[in-house]
């Protein structure tokens, strides 16, 4: 059933009001893109209504947790430049063609992925970069997902990955999934896939699709299946960065924050743009052509450990030429930054590490922010006074700024992107290890199995020699009887004669 534009309002309005009343966890609000989505947007309102089957508190719920996640996450700022790039380009999950029903198809060369070899929370994000480059490309429109389960076994089986991604369709991108489309699946990971259907709803599991060679035409027409699965294309995967609209900064000025930063450090004047856009530096610059690559790219997240609370940032220089880095705070007297700047040579990586110091309470630093900067140099080898001077006397033209905010990161609260960062993870741990148990039992009965097969067949075949020794000898003891009682008998004639 659709819901009606009075519904849709409805969701609307409930949801702004909470916004109102209650505000929400971050101090700077939900990210002014989300908040244009909700207001001017009825298309995403009604996904979340149809994801509910109409249920206006679940559907607000869940839009207010999306909003929240992708705030964290910083959804709308993910884009070639702050992911892992390597991992989009192995081929490893890729989009390309539609399924019959006209939606583009996911694909995951399963046998690609190994688990534990890859950094999970990048894996994570490359997923989101894909749904968010999706969803631009079909305005919302649903997507299939393929799994292509040929030549794989339990090592390529990775249930933490195939949570996060239920999880993101169940969470995050309502009404999203048309189908799952498993292909080739081998025998041995049924039950895998047993455990996996637990996690979804009764309407999602009908979404699941077995297929082979021989019914893949039932889902997919042959023009649009590669020709690895018996289809027509004939596709050599190749990563085509996504070509994006550009979007004028001033699209939310109403949203236009200034922030003051220590050191006698300018105003900077921030623009968020549009839905799904790149984040824009201070200074005008896309992040497309920036030489600094940060992660995390918007937030530094402070944990509690050993009664400390620290946090971290990794910088690497993307650029072909030597560039010398700052970083500045709003509150210079609560944090020790080491390094607080530096030099990185092309590809050379730095990891600033955060303290918040003792005298200040944890909860406030959530209004804090830091100013990462950084210029072109002639030299690397550059003194702590050199750099002090080069920074004093640059005019600013050149370089890259980029403004990132504080997070406190509690135990079991979603992190880095995480849909299922809490302890109920720790059931899905479980039921893989019994999972992996149990499958590891199977195989070594499948080999004990294979193992008696063999030793009955040999004896079936050493019995069948013996029958047929046996059965030639009786044979030929049989004759050899025949031949001896022949000799024995003698005419009756001969005795009458000689009793004559």
């Known amino acids: 059933m659709e819901p009606t534009s009075e519904q849709i309002q409805d969701l609307r309005t409930k949801f ?8 929400t966890s971050d101090l700077e609000g939900f990210h002014p893109a989300d908040l244009a989505r909700v207001k001017n947007t009825d298309d995403w309102l009604k996904r979340f209504l149809l994801h509910s089957e109409l249920d206006m508190q679940l559907a607000l719920q869940l839009l207010w947790l999306t909003c929240e996640w992708r705030k964290k996450f910083g959804t709308n700022e993910i884009n070639e430049t702050n992911v892992r790039l390597d991992y989009l380009q ?3 999950f890729f989009a390309r063609n539609k399924d019959k029903d006209g939606k583009v198809l996911l694909i995951f060369k399963s046998k690609k ?4 070899q890859r950094d999970m929370e990048e894996l994570k994000r490359c997923v989101v970069y894909w749904f968010e480059r999706l969803e631009r490309l079909g305005n919302g429109n649903q997507i299939s997902i393929f799994f292509d389960m040929a030549d794989t076994g339990m090592a390529n089986m990775d249930m933490e990955f195939i949570k996060y991604l239920i999880g993101l369709f169940k969470m995050y991108y309502p009404d999203f999934l048309n189908y799952i489309l498993v292909f080739e699946m081998p025998w041995i990971l049924n039950a895998a896939f047993k455990i996996i259907k637990s996690w ?5 599991v009908q979404k699941i699709k077995f297929i082979n060679k021989t019914n893949l035409k039932d889902y997919v027409e042959p023009e649009q299946a590669l020709k690895c699965w018996g289809g027509l294309d004939d596709y050599t995967f190749m990563f085509v960065p996504e070509i994006r609209s550009a979007v004028p900064n001033d699209r939310f000025d109403d949203s236009k924050k200034k922030v003051h930063f220590a050191e006698g450090s300018p105003s900077v004047e921030s623009y968020p743009t549009g839905f799904g856009d790149a984040t824009t530096t201070v200074d005008g610059a896309s992040l497309q052509n920036s030489t600094l690559y940060i992660h995390p790219p918007d937030v530094i997240h402070f944990s509690n450990k050993n009664d400390e609370y620290t946090g971290s940032v990794t910088l690497t220089n993307n650029g072909d030429k030597i560039i010398s880095y700052k970083i500045k705070t709003t509150s210079p007297e609560k944090f020790r930054v080491r390094p607080s700047t530096g030099t990185l040579v092309p590809t050379a990586s730095v990891t600033i590490n955060v303290v918040l110091q003792p005298d200040f309470q944890s909860p406030a630093l959530t ?3 830091f100013l990462i900067m950084n210029l072109p140099v002639s030299s690397a080898d550059m003194t702590t006074q050199e750099l002090a001077e080069l920074w004093k006397q640059t005019s600013g033209k050149n370089v890259e700024q980029r403004r990132l905010r504080c997070s406190l990161t509690a135990p079991g609260v979603v992190r880095n992107g995480s849909a299922y960062a809490s302890p109920t993870s720790m059931d899905a741990d479980r039921q893989v290890v019994q ?4 499958v590891s039992q199977l195989t070594e009965c499948q080999s004990r199995i294979h193992l008696e097969i063999r030793r009955t067949q040999k004896l079936q075949w050493l019995s069948m020699i013996v029958t047929l020794l046996v059965g030639v000898a009786l044979i030929y003891m049989y004759s050899q009887s025949q031949d001896f009682s022949g000799h024995m008998c003698f005419p009756e004639e001969r005795f009458h004669t000689s009793n004559i």
Not at 435 to 438: G, I, V
């Open 435 to 438: 999972l992996t148990s149990a």
């Open 16 to 23: 702004l009001q909470k916004l109102e009343n209650e505000g």
């Open 200 to 204: 979804l709803p009764a309407k999602a």
């Open 90 to 92: 192995d081929g490893s």
């Open 367 to 369: 209004r804090d922010k």
């Open 113 to 116: 992925h190994v688990k534990g």
